[in-house]
């Protein structure tokens, strides 16, 4: 879908260019940038539509939707100038950013619908906070290419793990299996620091996380809005 959008996007600039051809430079100067801007928010208010509808259904899946989305929005209107080049740390800030308002939203309803299992979340809230930190700060010293290849990396290995290993498609358990103080603090500081670097919200690693915990789908969803919170705020501030 997102390759069918670009090449529309692509085409529109290539038919732009022929009629500049006739009309000259005033008129490409003022239609080509207007075509560009309007191509450039339909794609960012439709995709930032769906990555919002994700985010409250399955508890992630945001930061997966605007990271690439916005990177290749950035290369096709900005590419050779210095956006361009930056695209990818743009594209994260602002994922990590636009998180804040999608899992607010999501953790709200979840709250009041009584779904999120807070005995669980609370505990890993901090730690989050602190593994944002470090997370944020190696994104920007890195070129946008390591953070661009890393990102690939870890959605592939996401969507192999949830399929391949065991747990995320057990049944659910009694109860939740507690976790330990340490066990808790590596996990939650693991969660911060990945999350930050690649703007993708904690909530890639944590519904997986509390589905081999036991956790039902409905709570391991509820439960990844809350956790993404810390990250969002500290990553956006880092």
Not at 146 to 161: E, M, N, Q, S
Request: net charge positive.
């Amino acid at each position: 879908m997102l390759r069918m959008a670009m090449d529309g996007l692509n085409k529109r600039i290539i038919d732009q260019s022929a009629r500049d051809s006739q009309f000259g430079a005033p008129y490409r100067e003022v239609s080509s940038s207007h075509d560009a801007v309007s191509a450039m928010y339909f794609l960012l208010l439709f995709f930032g539509f769906l990555a919002g509808i994700t985010t409250v259904l399955f508890g992630f899946g945001g930061g997966f939707v605007v990271v690439p989305v916005l990177y290749s929005v950035l290369l096709a209107t900005h590419g050779g100038s210095a956006v361009g080049d930056a695209a990818m740390h743009v594209a994260v800030a602002t994922s990590t950013c636009v998180m804040i308002f999608g899992a607010g939203l999501a953790t709200m309803r979840h709250h009041k619908a009584g779904t999120v299992p807070w005995d669980q979340v609370r505990p890993l809230l901090g730690y989050i906070a602190v593994g944002a930190i470090p997370g944020a700060a190696a994104a920007l010293a890195l070129s946008g290419d390591w953070v661009r290849w890393a990102f690939i990396f870890y959605l592939g290995l996401t969507i192999l793990d949830s399929i391949l290993r065991p747990g995320f498609t057990q049944e659910t358990a009694a109860r939740i299996r507690p976790w330990g103080r340490w066990m808790t603090a590596a996990a939650g500081t693991a969660i911060g620091a990945i999350a930050a670097f690649l703007g993708v919200g904690g909530s890639v690693m944590t519904v997986p996380l509390m589905r081999r915990r036991g956790a039902s789908m409905t709570a391991a969803t509820a439960a990844a809005n809350p956790l993404s919170l810390p990250m969002a705020v500290v990553g956006s501030a880092t």
